[in-house]
């Protein structure tokens, strides 16, 4: 396999002494190097991650969710200055394998966060792109990494809440908050259950103008479907709130949640087995993923898999007994 490297490549120690002394031109250049699939620089990126992980894992990571429309965007800019103003060091990430989200919501972005975009300790980086769910958390979990590595203390993670990344971003994230919208049902707003069972927090936002008391009423709403739930195991209870990320209201009772939140999680210990158990799943889903790739990348089973498909199909083999078979198969394969 040729194995050159790219031109205008550092080496993983120029990265690696970047990152931590929290340049952003550095840490954008290697974060391009995590999103690669060149083999040069899938190698480099392990180098990375491996010197840096000493330096990782203090920060709160929050997960971002809500339909298109709902206010992410705004809602991020509003309190990531919140934040700053705070003292806090933001990076702002996004996580969308479906690559449903338009140009012009891209575009979009950039005016709707340009205040935060032009503040010295906000970092926000969109979208990694990639043709697996899998493929892209890992990127999007490497790139967690190197922000804390930088210096950020406050890893915003958003999603767009329509399909599989929203569990894909709780499985990366410490609180998870849902953002949604005042006078229309959960159906209308293509939200499932299992996402408002992940949710931490819960903010109805455009609570402003007209919409003030239908805001009130959806928050009523929401805590009573929220009470339905089992209680989580970290031992929090959601809450519900209102907010006009427009308007700049409510902004800061979430971050006070996040903060009691915090405190709770760490004091009964939830917040870090919750890493541990996060680490563990991500190693595994990395096996089972490679293990799929191994499996069905192998010529001879594709070629074997044709074959017993037809069987099954005339009945002449058991869905069950094939799949012993081929499995059978590939192991005599080694
Ligand atoms: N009235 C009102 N409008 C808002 C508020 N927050 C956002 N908007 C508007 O709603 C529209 C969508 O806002 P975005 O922040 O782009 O929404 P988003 O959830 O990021 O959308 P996608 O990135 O497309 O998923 C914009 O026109 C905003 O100006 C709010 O609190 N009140
Ligand atoms: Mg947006």
Redesign the pocket.
């Known amino acids: 396999m040729k194995n050159y490297m790219p031109k205008g490549r550092l080496t993983a120690e120029e990265y690696i002494n970047g990152i931590l002394e929290g340049d952003r031109v550095l840490l954008s250049r290697a974060i391009t190097i995590i999103e690669s699939n060149l083999e040069s620089d899938k190698l480099l990126a392990k180098e990375i991650i491996q010197s840096i992980l000493p330096n990782t894992g203090n920060s709160i990571r929050i997960g971002i969710t809500?339909?298109?429309?709902?206010?992410?965007?705004?809602?991020i800019e509003a309190f990531g200055k919140h934040l700053i103003s705070k003292g806090k060091k933001v990076a702002i990430l996004s996580i969308d394998p479906t690559s449903q989200?338009?140009k012009g919501?891209i575009l979009?972005?950039k005016t709707?966060m340009e205040e935060l975009a032009n503040l010295e300790d906000a970092y926000i980086r969109p979208s990694a792109s990639g043709d697996t769910l899998g493929g892209v958390a890992n990127k999007t979990g490497e790139t967690v990494l190197l922000c804390e590595a930088a210096g950020y203390d406050v890893i915003l993670i958003?999603t767009?809440g329509v399909g599989q990344s929203e569990t894909a971003v709780h499985g990366m994230t410490d609180f998870f908050l849902l953002?949604m919208l005042s006078g229309a049902g959960d159906e209308l707003q293509g939200i499932k259950k299992g996402i408002m069972e992940m949710a931490d927090m819960v903010v109805i936002?455009?609570?402003?103008?007209d919409?003030i008391r239908k805001s009130e009423l959806a928050k009523r709403q929401y805590q009573n479907a929220l009470h339905i739930f089992p209680p989580s195991e970290s031992g929090w209870s959601p809450v519900v709130s209102t907010?006009?990320?427009?308007?700049n209201i409510g902004i800061e009772t979430v971050w006070d949640e996040i903060l009691k939140f915090k405190k709770l999680v760490t004091e009964n210990g939830y917040f870090h087995k919750n890493r541990n158990h996060q680490q563990i799943k991500w190693m595994y889903n990395n096996i089972n993923e490679a293990l799929k790739n191994l499996f069905y990348g192998s010529k001879s089973i594709a070629s074997q898999l044709k074959v017993l498909e037809n069987e099954v199909v005339e009945a002449k083999i058991s869905p069950v007994k094939a799949a012993q078979q081929i499995v059978d198969a590939f192991k005599k394969s080694f």
């Open positions: 809500g339909v298109p429309g709902v206010g992410k965007s705004t809602f989200r338009s919501s979009g972005d709707r958003e767009v953002l936002n455009k609570a402003d103008g919409n907010a006009s990320a427009i308007e």
